[in-house]
């Protein structure tokens, strides 16, 4: 697998055009890429939220393989459900045994780390064969821009603005990574499709472990983060290579950082990108940069070796 | 037919569930439903049952695991109570729209707060405006036959819709009764197992639970409705097919003397039973009562319902639930009124409240009732002062 080059990205489309996606969204781009990635056997069950209703409005559908959304906070629950019907159909010979499903929960941010957390965690503790795929643009957007537990420190949203008082979001992004692993699930992985041979890798080997695996994505938000939309990408590299976000994975107990940065560039190369950081200080700019920084160092101890490593300033 | 089993209310549900050989079963524990659970649990560890058994973190994701599992072509059980319920109001109405044919017992009880694990219909009344088909059983016999019934109603191509079957927490759950249980062949021969409705399938694609715009939505929620009207032809039907293959005759409703009744008492669930006992005593003194019991709620059978209270001079509506400041008070009591009143019934028809929280409800608080409604004979509804009163309160 670890010959995976982008020619060997499949040329069919799952998820049709004319969805209803902002130019430049980050989680369309997660999508179309976890259908090709998974291919057609896979049953998806979606929680509510901006991919949910930009891909499914009625009459019209963007989804080309079997999908199902029910409301926010169920997703998983939702999952649990249809895998334990494959399970038993097949058992009792009500579905061909031989037929190849895996069940895919989908959730955005607010609807996994918040409101979709204890369907979660009973879903993962419960030992469903399911693939729960995370993608994270950092706040509620769909109901424009409100702040989540995967916010991150001192961005702007329509619930934390930057004011005389407050300065943004003042606390942390919640470890969502860190809640599921505790699980003991067989595997975590992060992605980041500016890498997206790692994507690729990861989302199959998540889909083909027997049992509960997570994939948290990360996925840029135009209107919400404040940029321009063709910068997607580039943002999405550059969160990488300040060591904001970490591509890695735990297999089976065994941690490895699968895109490795030797020298990282200073967060704020990352921050200047979005409008959601516009009233930083060059205090908290040096804050956010000492917190990555203490990250990078717990990664690498996971790690056993620099895999993140120091800050080279231009 | 089966063997005769001496079965709680809630063991006579999970024999039901057994018989008809559910795929999977999703539950939580709350105090008076956990028996059922328990006992299907019992029957999935012993391998009498072949079925996937998902011990949920909540209610929330009972209903929604069901919901999950039935979309996939699979049947499904779950069953709850009280504060369970109301948790399970959200996925409630998605499983209707959804046209899901789910099957839900409800062992009813009192909701918070205070806290109280006892009987009454507040849980059952609350889920009311869900688009469920929903019974009352009597008791446990009943519990076991209509959860039967409701997988045949319910997978019927022409309903589609999921049905709940609500009886009385501790009075019916946890009381043994001798139950005529139903193997499993003669329950599948009645209600076979019917997957009409588009399932998730990799090999057929489609797009459940669309986000639906203005455009759109309204002519789901018509759907339901129109739906859920005409499911009483097929209600009808299944309860007819019940008596001939297994000899129990379920009705929408059951009526006792009604037919030269002077006052009509109309009641729902164990309180029947009690008000049956008093009302054959007072025949026998002269009183001339009747009366009425709901099975079938939703939909409410008013037409059947007002063919008994036609010949009637007063009716009074028993409820053991509140809806606090509205209208009617009692749940029950805004159905009976409506329906007679599409019928332009000018009669009192007064509404009782009693037995909240489990507080017994005994043949003292019929006689006060019926002598209450007595008064009434001879008034017409624009006469009548008060509509409600509350028996068996502490004044």
Redesign the interface.
């Known amino acids: 697998m670890s010959a995976f080059t982008i020619a060997s990205i499949p040329r069919e489309e799952l998820l049709a055009p004319g969805h209803r996606m902002c130019q430049g969204c980050g989680a369309a781009i997660v999508m179309r890429h976890l259908l090709k990635a998974l291919g057609?056997?896979?049953?998806i069950?979606?929680a509510t939220g901006c991919v949910?209703?930009t891909t499914?409005?009625?009459?019209e559908?963007a989804?080309?393989?079997?999908?199902?959304?029910?409301?926010f906070?169920?997703a998983?629950?939702?999952?649990?459900?249809?895998e334990?019907?494959?399970?038993?159909?097949k058992?009792?010979g009500?579905?061909n045994p031989e037929?190849?499903?895996k069940v895919v929960a989908i959730g955005g941010d607010g609807g996994t780390v918040d409101i979709g957390l204890?369907?979660l965690?009973?879903m993962l503790?419960?030992g469903h064969n399911v693939l729960y795929v995370l993608y994270d643009n950092e706040a509620y957007m769909n109901t424009g821009i409100q702040r989540s537990g995967a916010t991150p420190l001192y961005a702007w949203t329509t619930t934390t603005p930057a004011g005389k008082v407050w300065r943004g979001e003042w606390r942390r992004k919640k470890d969502i990574v860190g809640i599921v692993r505790a699980h003991g699930i067989p595997y975590v992985a992060t992605v980041n499709f500016a890498y997206i041979s790692d994507f690729y890798v990861k989302l199959r080997k998540a889909s083909e472990i027997e049992g509960p695996t997570f994939i948290h994505a990360y996925a840029p938000c135009v209107p919400g983060w404040r940029y321009e939309p063709h910068l997607t990408v580039k943002i999405a590299k550059l969160a990488v290579q300040t060591g904001i976000w970490v591509n890695y994975e735990i297999d089976r107990g065994s941690f490895r950082v699968t895109t490795p940065v030797p020298k990282r560039l200073p967060v704020e190369e990352y921050l200047k990108t979005q409008g959601r950081f516009a009233h930083l200080m060059k205090e908290e700019v040096e804050l956010i940069q000492k917190l990555v920084d203490e990250d990078v160092d717990y990664i690498n101890k996971l790690a056993g070796s620099v895999v993140v490593g120091p800050v080279e300033r231009k | 037919m089966g063997k005769v089993m001496p079965l709680s209310g809630n063991y006579a549900v999970a024999y039901a569930v057994k018989a008809v050989d559910v795929d999977v079963v999703a539950a939580y524990p709350i105090t008076p439903q956990t028996a059922v659970v328990e006992k299907l649990a019992e029957f999935v560890a012993n391998g009498e049952l072949d079925a996937e058994f998902l011990h949920v973190e909540s209610e929330h994701s009972a209903l929604s695991a069901v919901v999950g599992a039935s979309a996939a072509g699979a049947r499904v059980f779950t069953a709850t109570s009280a504060q369970g319920l109301l948790l399970m109001y959200e996925i409630m109405h998605i499983a209707s729209s959804s046209r899901l044919p789910i099957v839900m017992g409800i062992a009813t009880r009192a909701i918070s707060a205070p806290i109280n694990i006892w009987c009454d219909h507040s849980d059952f009344m609350a889920a009311s405006d869900t688009g469920w088909i929903m019974f009352m059983a009597l008791n446990a016999q009943e519990a076991h036959d209509l959860i039967i019934a409701a997988y045949r109603i319910a997978e019927d191509p022409r309903v589609s819709i999921p049905v709940a079957i609500g009886y009385d927490g501790f009075v019916v759950s946890h009381t043994l009764e001798p139950v005529d249980v139903i193997e499993k062949e003669e329950a599948l021969e009645y209600a076979p197992k019917r997957v009409s409705r588009p399932t998730l399938d990799p090999d057929r694609p489609v797009t459940m639970g669309s986000l639906a715009s203005p455009d759109w939505y309204f002519e789901f929620r018509v759907q339901l409705q129109d739906a859920i009207e005409n499911s009483r032809e097929t209600i009808s039907e299944a309860l007819r097919e019940f008596k001939r293959r297994f000899g129990r005759e379920y009705r929408e409703v059951d009526d006792f003397y009604t037919d030269d009744a002077d006052v009509v008492i109309v009641s729902m669930g164990s309180t029947t039973g009690t008000a049956l006992v008093f009302i054959e005593e007072a025949r026998r003194s002269g009183m001339k009562l009747g009366l009425l019991n709901i099975r079938l709620f939703r939909p409410f059978p008013e037409v059947e319902v007002v063919k008994y209270l036609e010949n009637a001079k007063a009716v009074a509506v028993i409820d053991r639930a509140v809806n606090a400041g509205s209208s009617f008070v009692g749940p029950l009591y805004s159905d009976v009124v409506v329906s007679a009143f599409k019928k332009s019934l000018d009669i009192p028809i007064v509404n009782y409240v009693t037995g909240l929280g489990g507080r017994a409800v005994v043949k003292s608080h019929i006689e006060f009732i019926a002598k209450h409604a007595y008064s009434l004979v001879g008034k017409k509804m624009r006469e009548v002062k008060k509509h409600y009163s509350f028996i068996g309160v502490r004044e």
Request: no cysteine.
């Open positions: 057609k056997d896979i049953i069950a979606h949910e209703v499914s409005l009625y009459p559908t989804w080309r393989v079997p999908w199902i959304h029910v409301a906070e169920n998983a629950a939702v999952a649990s459900g249809i334990a019907a494959v399970k038993a159909l058992r009792k009500l579905m037929k190849k499903v204890q369907a965690s009973g503790e419960r």
